[in-house]
């Protein structure tokens, strides 16, 4: 059974994407709270990373960037799932060789994503950059108040 990260940020509502990615025969690895390295990830044995956008879309964005900037991992094919279109047509100008679903789409964007990886990953350096002026919690949606582990 192929397996497959999630990467999203509400336990409660990733049940559904989990669920949805289990009947297309997939096994499923959601850590809502844990960090995870790019080693662990590439050592664990995914065939696709599926984040989720329709939660905080700019940490799913910085997620698109940190896997697709270290070498251990930017071969892995991402899939990003739901998430409101101006925002992800945003994501889609930095990172267009990933794959873009909505929710009841998910399987079938995993497997073509899986059948047909990026040969060449685009590493988009930029992301990171971008909002000239912002601090580094500022362009993450950290605010005042917030706990960060």
Same mark, same amino acid.
């Given at each position: 059974?192929?397996?497959?990260?999630?990467?999203?940020?509400?336990?409660?509502?990733?049940?559904?994407?989990?669920?949805?990615?289990?009947?297309?025969?997939?096994?499923?690895?959601?850590?809502?709270?844990?960090?995870?390295?790019?080693?662990?990830?590439?050592?664990?044995?995914?065939?696709?990373?599926?984040?989720?956008?329709?939660?905080?879309?700019?940490?799913?964005?910085?997620?698109?960037?940190?896997?697709?900037?270290?070498?251990?991992?930017?071969?892995?094919?991402?899939?990003?799932?739901?998430?409101?279109?101006?925002?992800?047509?945003?994501?889609?100008?930095?990172? #267009?060789?990933? @794959?873009?679903? *909505?929710?009841? !789409?998910?399987?079938? +964007?995993? /497997?073509?994503? $899986?059948?047909?990886?990026?040969?060449?990953?685009?590493? #988009?350096?930029? @992301?990171?950059? *971008?909002?000239? !002026?912002?601090?580094? +919690?500022? /362009?993450?949606? $950290?605010?005042?108040?917030?706990?960060?582990?």
């Amino acid at each position: 059974m192929p397996r497959v990260r999630l990467y999203h940020w509400k336990a409660e509502e990733a049940r559904a994407l989990i669920a949805k990615l289990r009947a297309a025969g997939y096994e499923v690895v959601h850590k809502p709270e844990a960090r995870t390295s790019t080693r662990e990830l590439k050592e664990s044995g995914a065939v696709a990373v599926v984040i989720d956008l329709s939660r905080m879309p700019s940490h799913g964005k910085y997620v698109g960037a940190w896997l697709r900037g270290s070498k251990s991992t930017r071969h892995i094919p991402l899939v990003f799932v739901g998430g409101e279109a101006e925002k992800v047509a945003a994501i889609k100008k930095q990172l #267009p060789d990933a @794959m873009y679903a *909505s929710v009841a !789409g998910i399987a079938g +964007a995993v /497997k073509k994503a $899986i059948a047909s990886p990026p040969r060449e990953p685009i590493v #988009p350096r930029q @992301m990171m950059e *971008s909002a000239p !002026g912002r601090t580094a +919690a500022q /362009k993450m949606g $950290i605010r005042e108040g917030n706990v960060v582990g």
